[in-house]
C-alpha cells in the first residue's frame, strides 16, 4: 500500500500556536488523527482571518475542501503547543492548495507532527455552483 506523502514548500507566510486540549486526546494518550484535521481546520480559518476572510465570505466567494492529505511524523500529547504554519499554492480559476506544517518543540529543538494539504475549492453556496476565485481574494493570496 502506497503512503501520502506531502512534499511541503521552503516558505510558510503564516504561523499560529494552538495549545492541545485534553478533548484532544483518545484512548491512546495522544492526539487522534480527527484532532489533527481539527487542528489544520484552525489554522487555515486563523490564516483566512488574518487576511479579513472566512470560508464563507473569500471576498465574495465561499469556499468548500475538495481533499485532504496528511503525513503524521510524531505525536501531540495534551499541553503541547502546535506551531501550525500556512501557505496557499497552485492557484487554478476556481482553487487552490493550502499546505500546514504542524511542529511541537521539543528540548529546544522544533519536531515536525504533520505535514498537510488541503485543496480549496471556490463555492457559492446559495447558487450550489462552483465560482472563479475573487481577482482580490487572489491578489492577497499570490
Known amino acids: 500500500m502506497s503512503r501520502i506523502k506531502i512534499d511541503l514548500p521552503d516558505h510558510f507566510v503564516f504561523t499560529t ?3 492541545v486540549r485534553i478533548t484532544d486526546i483518545n484512548y491512546g494518550g495522544h492526539a487522534g488523527n480527527d484532532t489533527i484535521l481539527s487542528l489544520i481546520h484552525e489554522a487555515r480559518i486563523q490564516f483566512l482571518k488574518s487576511h479579513g476572510y472566512t470560508e464563507t465570505d473569500f471576498a465574495g466567494a465561499g469556499m468548500i475542501m475538495a481533499d485532504v492529505g496528511i503525513e503524521f511524523k ?6 503541547d503547543i502546535v506551531m ?6 497552485n492557484l487554478s480559476k476556481v482553487s487552490f492548495d493550502v499546505f500546514y506544517k ?9 519536531t ?4 498537510a494539504k488541503t485543496g480549496m475549492v471556490c463555492y457559492d453556496y446559495k447558487n450550489k455552483k462552483i465560482v472563479a476565485i475573487p481577482e482580490e481574494a487572489r491578489k492577497k493570496l499570490q
Request: proline share 0%; aromatic share 8%.
Open 112 to 115: 515536525l507532527v504533520a505535514a
Open 17 to 19: 500556536s494552538i495549545a
Open 102 to 110: 504542524l511542529e511541537k518543540e521539543i528540548s529546544g529543538k522544533k
Open 74 to 79: 510524531s505525536e501531540l500529547f495534551y499541553g
Open 84 to 89: 501550525a504554519s500556512v501557505t496557499v499554492a
